[in-house]
C-alpha cells in the first residue's frame, strides 16, 4: 500500500508537470455536510465560519481557528473523516487540528457592532455565501447575516467579505454593515482573550494593530501542548484595546451604512514556521 501511494504521487505530480496545472494552494467552501459550515484555507492557515446547522450551539460570528503544519490543503480531508468515520477526527493531530475554543466570541478576528461598550452579535449564523474568486493562488468568498435587532431601535444587517493568498498568514476582510435607527455605528474588530491559556498580548506598532500569543488550546478531547498567534489589524483604528470585561481585545472604527470596514486578521502555530512571541511580532509589525 505505501509503495502504491508513493507511485500516485509521483504519477500525479508528473501530471500536473506535463499539464502545466499549478498546485491548488487556497479553497474555501460551504459544508453542508457537516452543519453548514463554511471551510477556508491557504498552504498556511486554516478556519471556519459556523452556519445556520449550529445556531445555538453555537450562534457565533467568531471565526474558529485550525492549526496546521504548512503545505498542503486539509479540510477536505479532516471533514470527511468526522463525517464518515469519527465526528472527531479533527480535534485530534493529523498535521494539525482544530483546538480553538470560539464560543459567543469574536474567535480570531471577526467583527462586531460596539455599541455602549458591548458588542452586538448577529441573532443568526451566516445564512448564504458566495465564491467570488477561486484561482490556485487566491480565494474570496462573501458571507451574508441578515438583518437583526443590535438594540431596541438600531437594526442591522452584515455582508462579510473575505480574501486569502497562498503564502500569506493573515487574510484581508471587508464588512460592510448597512443599519437604520442611527446614523453612524462603531464596530469592532478583535480577538477572543482565552485567559486561562495564558495569553500574552500586545498593541503594537503606533496604534492600528494588536497581537496576541496563547496556549492553543484547553481543550478536553487531546489538549494541544503548543502556542497559537492571533493578530488583527485595523487602519485608522480610533480605539485599541483589552476590555478586560469582555474578555476581547478590541480595534474600534466608527463607519456610516454602507461604507466598507476594511481589516486584516492572521493565526500562526508555533509549531509550523513561526516559533516565538518574538518571531510572531515581527510578523505581525510586517504587515
Keep these: 500500500m505505501k509503495r502504491f501511494l508513493i507511485l500516485a504521487a509521483t504519477a500525479a505530480l508528473?501530471?500536473?508537470?506535463?499539464?502545466?496545472?499549478?498546485?491548488?494552494?487556497?479553497?474555501?467552501r460551504a459544508v453542508p455536510e457537516r452543519a453548514d459550515d463554511f471551510v477556508f484555507e491557504?498552504?498556511?492557515?486554516?478556519?471556519?465560519?459556523?452556519?445556520?446547522?449550529?445556531?445555538?450551539?453555537?450562534?457565533?460570528?467568531?471565526?474558529?481557528?485550525?492549526?496546521?503544519?504548512?503545505g498542503g490543503?486539509?479540510?477536505?480531508?479532516?471533514?470527511?473523516?468526522?463525517?464518515?468515520?469519527?465526528?472527531?477526527?479533527?480535534?485530534?493531530?493529523?498535521?494539525?487540528?482544530?483546538?480553538y475554543k470560539v464560543a459567543?466570541?469574536?474567535?480570531?478576528?471577526?467583527?462586531?457592532?460596539?455599541?455602549?461598550?458591548?458588542?452586538?452579535?448577529?441573532?443568526t449564523n451566516y445564512r448564504t455565501c458566495e465564491v467570488l474568486e477561486t484561482s490556485p493562488d487566491k480565494v474570496s468568498f462573501v458571507l451574508h447575516y441578515p438583518q437583526w435587532q443590535a438594540t431596541?431601535?438600531?437594526?442591522?444587517?452584515?455582508?462579510?467579505?473575505?480574501?486569502?493568498?497562498?503564502?500569506?498568514?493573515?487574510?484581508?476582510?471587508?464588512?460592510?454593515?448597512?443599519?437604520?435607527?442611527?446614523?453612524?455605528?462603531?464596530?469592532?474588530a478583535g480577538m477572543k482573550l482565552h485567559t486561562a491559556q495564558q495569553t500574552v498580548q500586545e498593541?503594537?506598532?503606533?496604534?492600528d494593530r494588536y497581537a496576541?500569543?496563547?496556549?492553543?488550546s484547553d481543550q478536553s478531547i487531546e489538549p494541544e501542548d503548543g502556542m497559537l498567534g492571533v493578530a488583527v489589524i485595523v487602519p485608522d483604528a480610533e480605539i485599541v484595546k483589552s476590555v478586560e470585561e469582555l474578555d476581547h481585545a478590541l480595534l474600534v472604527k466608527t463607519v456610516t451604512s454602507g461604507q466598507a470596514f476594511k481589516y486584516k486578521y492572521g493565526s500562526c502555530w508555533s509549531k509550523g514556521n513561526i516559533h516565538s512571541w518574538k518571531d510572531w511580532l515581527g510578523l505581525v509589525n510586517e504587515q
Design 14 to 28: 508528473a501530471l500536473t508537470a506535463c499539464t502545466g496545472q499549478k498546485e491548488q494552494k487556497v479553497m474555501a
Design 152 to 188: 431596541d431601535s438600531i437594526l442591522v444587517s452584515l455582508d462579510k467579505q473575505v480574501s486569502l493568498s497562498a503564502g500569506s498568514y493573515f487574510a484581508d476582510v471587508t464588512d460592510v454593515y448597512t443599519f437604520t435607527g442611527i446614523d453612524s455605528l462603531q464596530v469592532a
Design 42 to 70: 491557504n498552504d498556511l492557515i486554516a478556519g471556519r465560519f459556523y452556519g445556520q446547522a449550529l445556531e445555538g450551539n453555537p450562534t457565533s460570528p467568531g471565526i474558529d481557528i485550525w492549526v496546521k503544519l504548512p
Design 104 to 123: 459567543v466570541s469574536l474567535g480570531g478576528g471577526a467583527s462586531a457592532p460596539f455599541i455602549d461598550g458591548k458588542l452586538c452579535y448577529p441573532a
Design 203 to 207: 498593541q503594537i506598532a503606533g496604534s
Design 73 to 99: 490543503l486539509v479540510a477536505d480531508e479532516w471533514y470527511s473523516h468526522a463525517v464518515n468515520e469519527d465526528p472527531d477526527y479533527y480535534h485530534h493531530n493529523h498535521g494539525g487540528k482544530d483546538c
Design 212 to 216: 496576541i500569543w496563547e496556549k492553543a
